[in-house]
């Protein structure tokens, strides 16, 4: 069969940015103590524009996006399951949490070199494991903790009280971090990280929000690279830079018409992390001129999201755009409360329906045909209502094709039969191979 | 124009051979260890039963999980889409297509063009599917017809937990050892089966006409338990179930303007 060839395409150009930077990140948080700096662990979500506050010289290991890492290692994903299956912990625990909890076990890290104990743990609470999560560390590697707990339900219910509770946490975290480093905390820093943070993940909301163009400018294979960054460390101003050098490249290949799958001819969202190790499933999809421009998850685990003025999802605006300067600390973590509390992706832990509307509204606005779920078994926290979204998608008319799996343990997938899945919802779609 | 369609699976290979509506000849081999000559075979003996020569066969359509090994198919169709247009073909009012087959148990809804409109799939465990009742009769030591007869002699409802082969195997060893009679298991086991499958259909959406095909539609015990599962009284069993995905794929390949 012929390939089809409609549109053209062309590699990224910050590409191999993204990668420097990635690896400058875990390269500098193995290395930091060397020169003096201070090191920390939490989630991917923890609040760290106020660590940010300790000084230049702090640095973060944020664990989701490690864990990931070692799923792309087959032999220390390995090594790093049998050590937590080792420790008595049930296989059907969050697979972040066990890899993490592996690589500690071993000590090893895997960019190389025994694996970097933090000077503390600064956490957020809203899945079921986060908490527990980083007290088993705290208690194995003999570091302080603090947890926030930010599970006040969904952002349209948020009231004053809610908000406050959330801001006495951060507030009384900053003695603590005070206190527990020996360093004092200067609040022009943490103003200043907010700031960064709102800039950072309303950019990359932007990036994605230009994803509704036909043909997509980039699909979703290719955005796990980039999302990371803010998966990494929110508040960094290296890594909103980045995503602005992205978000111009990215307007400049819709304006000249540049695809990310040359043959794009069918638009579908995913759900949840991918399996890290199965990639090539995306690929795959390609043959059949289906591209994933994205995913609730890809898009709004770090992005922050907003109605626009004409009634569409985009970016939301930050304070800076909206002309409100932040002067004293609890003004900073006011503005920080509230603008994490409205992350599109924390919103399915109080509603499955909050995520199934919005979900069809990525359905209508990127002009989608289809909607791919993944059952991924080692999330119980993002994967917790998905087949109401699938009922709610099904209700709706969207076709949806749903497969289990897991996003770093590969004994949980069997990708033929995923494949094969795949080839049966393409056909009910109407898609024929377009390549072999 | 005659069609060719093999349906390559888990463990048997089978071929149909059409002309417009007329189904000229079926056969079946296992599929054994040597996929390609088991596909030769089984061709050769459908071409055989017809008393058509291979050129007489315009288009070939292949399906079936080893599908690949069908290299001179013109047309390839995945599972679900081949048992919606087999089903269509042989119940016009079939909406709700149920397959069980060896290793994989489908719902699928379609539409009265034998289109998809809907599946789902058991995962990779196979306790839908019909190696779950196989290892289950040789557990009770009968036959496959003994083990669907004999289940409709009992009127108990006993949950079996198990969501896995194994488990199940190793919880049908402990009815065995509770005096539990044969009769009583063989339905616990065709009900959890069934409570598998009507979960997948019902998970698509139930719409009449149901059809059932695929080798375990021959089991009268479990064709029982998924009425009573799904709670209704009408399931219509495909003529010669295990044939329905070739005789799509054959349809299609018919279709297929390439």
New interface residues.
Partial sequence: MATVTKYPTEPLKCWNKAKELRLKYYKDYAECKQRGGIRWSGGAWAMDAIPAGLGDDVYTLTSEPYAASVAFDPKLNAECQSAADAKGWSRDLCYYMRTYWGSMYVNKYAFGGEFPKPDFVYQTQICCSHHKWYQHVSEYKKVPYFTIDVSVGAYKDLDEGKIQYVVNQMQESIPWMEKVTGRKFDDEKLIAAVNSECRTTSLWAEVCTLNKAIPAPLEEKTMYALYVLATLSKHSKEFGDFYEELRDEVKDRIARGIAAVSNERCRLITDTQPPWSYLSMYRYMEKYGAVSVGSLYTFALEGVFADQPDGSWGPRPTPEQLGIKIRTREEALRIYADWNLCKPEWQHFYDPQIKTDIMLRMVKEFKLNGVILHLNRGCEGLSKGIMEN?LGL?KAGV??M???GNMGDEKEM?YP?TL??I??FM??L?LGKLEN | MITAGIDVGAKTIKVVLLDGDKILAKAQVLAGFETEQSVEEAYKEALGKAGIERSAVVKVGATG?GRKAVAFAQTV?????ADARGAVFLHPSARTVIDVGAEEGRGIKTNAAG???????N??CAAGAGAFTESMARALEVTLAQFGEISLKSDKTIPMNAQCTVFAESEVVSLIHSNISKEDIARAVHDAIASRISAMVR?V?LEQDVVLMGGVAYNIGFLESIKRTMGIENVVVLEDPEYVGALGAAVVAGADGN
């Fill in positions: 699938r099904v076709p949806v749903t497969y289990e069997d039969r094969s899945r080839d049966s056909e009910s109407g | 999980a169709v995945t599972e679900v889409s289109k998809v409109v809907d599946f789902a799939v995962e990779k998970r959406g």
